[in-house]
Nanobody, 119 residues
């Protein structure tokens, strides 16, 4: 039911910056817990950053201090500001929405957006 769509990926040089966006449909976006994951080529998908409905944020050690996750509930959107990008950041970035209906939680995934860090 919930549609999750990422955007903003592309090619960027090492040391550059990029902002990803993710929109999630629904009337209760402000209650969703949202997260960014990434999957480098040939590797497993891992958590990058997450943000709760109360704005509590968590980051992977590999991106701490460089990436910032935020949300704009009026736009049903979360963002991932990525600074000082490194080749190791190259990956497909996925957005996940965790939606609660009563006591039952469901995760919804976007299809991903590719970020390539290369000169």
């Amino acid at each position: 039911q919930v549609q999750v769509v990422e955007s903003g990926g592309g090619l960027v040089q090492p040391g550059g910056s990029l902002r990803l966006s993710c929109t999630a449909s629904g009337n209760n976006f402000n209650l969703y817990s949202m997260a960014w994951y990434r999957q480098p080529p040939g590797k497993q998908r891992v958590l990058v950053a997450q943000i709760s409905s109360s704005w509590r944020r968590t980051y992977a050690d590999s991106v701490k201090g460089r990436f910032t996750i935020s949300r704009d509930n009026a736009k049903n959107t979360i963002y991932l500001e990525m600074n000082n990008l490194k080749p190791e950041d190259t990956a497909v970035y996925y957005c996940k929405a965790e939606v609660w209906s009563g006591i039952y939680g469901t995760s919804y995934w976007g299809k991903g957006t590719l970020v390539t860090v290369s000169s």
